[in-house]
T-cell receptor, first 112, second 114 residues
Framework: DAKTTQPPSMDCAEGRAANLPCNHSTISGNEYVYWYRQIHSQGPQYIIH???NNETNEMASLIITEDRKSSTLILPHATLRDTAVYYCIVRRSSGGYQKVTFGTGTKLQVIP | DAGITQSPRYKITETGRQVTLMCHQT?????MFWYRQDLGHGLRLIYYSAAADITDKGEVPDGYVVSRSKTENFPLTLESATRSQTSVYFC?????????????FGAGSRLTVL
């Protein structure tokens, strides 16, 4: 399985875009990038996933580099409620479930 | 209500006691999972199930037992609780196929073993 590397923590001013990076240099051609977040004391929440094209939903945008070795999760207008730990995970999307291992993620602090 | 629910939300028990944490989902998702979360270790997979009567070990299965007689329920039992099993436990579920790795988590069960 491709491993991911994320910075342990980041700050972002409220109302500004939060850009959370993830390196996955050993990603395989059939592996997707998934993002989850965990707000304090709550269960993790799925945000978005993608293969190679940029993806956007109501929560965030996912930008994957052309070589697919890294990606960035973008929260366009961060609010205080976006303060959370963000996890980047790489998994195949076919062949059913693979054991999803959550690392320590990036702790995002949104500052008023 | 639709969703995934865990019970109890909070539990205090003593060393050596048996404890069962319940997990119920209303989507008929094929997959269900149990994770534990401790400071310094992040989320660690205990057990998962691909369907009724099919279960498999995760990273940290020792000391835990699971069963899945019905698709919607996935109880986790600590047969003889130890202090090291003090943790927050999260249950999750996912569909089969393309969204098998899109997990929906419950609110968690905080277990304290004295």
């Amino acid at each position: 399985d491709a491993k991911t590397t994320q910075p342990p923590s980041m700050d972002c001013a409220e109302g500004r875009a939060a850009n959370l990076p993830c390196n996955h240099s050993t990603i395989s051609g059939n592996e997707y990038v998934y993002w989850y977040r965990q707000i304090h004391s709550q269960g993790p929440q799925y945000i978005i996933h993608g293969l190679k094209n940029n993806e956007t939903n109501e929560m965030a945008s996912l930008i994957i580099t052309e070589d697919r070795k890294s990606s960035t999760l973008i929260l366009p207008h961060a609010t205080l409620r976006d303060t959370a730990v963000y996890y980047c995970i790489v998994r195949r999307s076919s062949g059913g479930y693979q054991k999803v291992t959550f690392g320590t993620g990036t702790k995002l602090q949104v500052i008023p | 209500d639709a969703g995934i629910t865990q019970s109890p939300r909070y539990k205090i028990t003593e060393t050596g006691r048996q404890v069962t944490l319940m997990c119920h989902q209303t989507w008929s998702h094929s997959y269900m999972f149990w994770y534990r979360q401790d400071l310094g270790h992040g989320l660690r997979l205990i057990y998962y199930s691909a369907a009724a009567d099919i279960t498999d070990k995760g990273e940290v299965p020792d000391g835990y037992v699971v069963s899945r007689s019905k698709t919607e329920n996935f109880p986790l039992t600590l047969e003889s609780a130890t202090r090291s099993q003090t943790s927050v436990y999260f249950c999750a579920s996912s569909e089969s196929g393309l969204f098998a790795n899109v997990l929906t988590f419950g609110a968690g069960s905080r277990l304290t073993v004295l």
